[in-house]
T-cell receptor, first 111, second 114 residues
Framework: SQQGEEDPQALSIQEGENATMNCSYK?????LQWYRQNSGRGLVHLIL?????REKHSGRLRVTLDTSKKSSSLLITASRAADTASYFC???????????FGKGTSLLVTP | GAVVSQHPSWVICKSGTSVKIECRSL??????MFWYRQFPKQSLMLMAT?????????EQGVEKDKFLINHASLTLSTLTVTSAHPEDSSFYIC??????????FGDGTRLSIL
């Protein structure tokens, strides 16, 4: 699968604020997935949005997908210090194949 | 939800030692498992893809004789770093998937070669 490119590379906000990170990709997809990685840990699957979906919610997470622009965004509302982590998007063209990851967005939420 | 267990979480050993890392899917049968390597503050780099009962497919530049992968069952894959040297020190992460389901990742293994 292709690699997504996250933007910004780093984001620093205060608790309670919203955090928005973006992902761009190059070729058509079946779905796009977002993962979180806490320092020194594995990746945690956050949300999967299919190519025929435009928006998806999960708790404080909101993901949008614009296939015409080949981009996605992840919004974390009312951020908490525990949201501090790196966030990666994974555009997926072929189910069952490996996901490739970009450099991610490093989010720092300060109390 | 789907759980992937990786063991050990941390290993320190002398240069020349071979190290085996296990990746288990605890509550689902993983048709495919993936091995990644991550350097500090870098992204995950795919090393190889393994399907149960068949030989692993290695990414370009990854030495298959150096990184031996065995996927003997639908719930277990192992990565053996043979004759490890300091440059092999890294964070190794496995993931597992069942068909078209999302990949689920282990917690990683930090390998330090002295």
């Amino acid at each position: 699968s292709q690699q997504g490119e996250e933007d910004p590379q780093a984001l620093s906000i205060q608790e309670g604020e919203n955090a928005t990170m973006n992902c761009s990709y190059k070729t058509s997809i079946n779905n796009l997935q977002w993962y979180r990685q806490n320092s020194g840990r594995g990746l945690v699957h956050l949300i999967l949005i299919r190519s025929n979906e435009r928006e998806k919610h999960s708790g404080r997470l909101r993901v949008t997908l614009d296939t015409s622009k080949k981009s996605s965004s992840l919004l974390i509302t009312a951020s908490r210090a525990a949201d501090t982590a790196s966030y990666f998007c994974a555009p997926n063209s072929n189910s069952g194949y490996a996901l490739n990851f970009g450099k991610g967005t490093s989010l720092l939420v300060t109390p | 939800g789907a759980v992937v267990s990786q063991h050990p979480s941390w290993v320190i050993c002398k240069s020349g030692t071979s190290v085996k890392i296990e990746c288990r899917s605890l509550d689902f049968q993983a048709t495919t498992m993936f091995w990644y390597r991550q350097f500090p503050k870098q992204s995950l780099m795919l090393m190889a893809t393994s399907n149960e009962g068949s030989k692993a497919t290695y990414e370009q530049g990854v030495e298959k004789d150096k990184f031996l992968i065995n996927h003997a069952s639908l719930t277990l894959s192992t990565l053996t770093v043979t004759s490890a040297h300091p440059e092999d020190s890294s964070f190794y992460i496995c993931s597992a998937s069942a068909g078209s389901q999302p990949q689920h990742f282990g917690d990683g293994t930090r390998l330090s070669i002295l």
